[in-house]
């Protein structure tokens, strides 16, 4: 069975214009002022880690080849836990919203902020692609 499975994580800072976006398989936001620092080392590993348990608790329906886009948000606190986890975009499809749930809550916590970095949080927005390309 042939799968396609997408997480979709690109690295928008608010310093960054459209042609240095970093794109790739994976894409995703930083929704909160980062005070110019540059959070991409942390994200991508942060991001890693999420798409590590998203295989892992990959639902059936997706491996049955079920469709559809999951948008979650959540902020990281300075000690690298996740608070205020939601869904701001569902794909109507419970098991496959769940699956991107668990991925982030499985990945809890995250390494803690950077010492140097200014902020007491980030805020980060994630879309799970299942069994879709990229648009």
Excluded: C, H
Aim: charged share 20%; hydrophobic share 45%; proline share 4%.
């Amino acid at each position: 069975m042939n799968i396609k499975l997408g997480l979709i994580i690109l690295l928008t800072l608010p310093f960054l214009t459209a042609a240095q976006d970093q794109s790739a398989s994976l894409d995703g936001a930083i929704l909160s002022d980062t005070g110019g620092y540059d959070m991409s080392k942390y994200v991508n590993a942060a991001l890693q880690r999420v798409r590590n348990n998203w295989y892992a608790v990959m639902p059936e329906a997706a491996r049955k080849g079920e469709k559809g886009k999951v948008t979650v948000v959540f902020t990281v606190g300075r000690d690298g836990k996740v608070q205020e986890l939601r869904v701001v975009e569902s794909s109507g499809v419970d098991p496959l919203d769940k699956g991107a749930l668990s991925a982030v809550q499985l990945s809890n916590p995250f390494a803690a902020l950077p010492s140097d970095f200014k902020q007491d949080r980030i805020v980060l927005r994630i879309p799970f692609l299942y069994n879709m390309q990229q648009r």
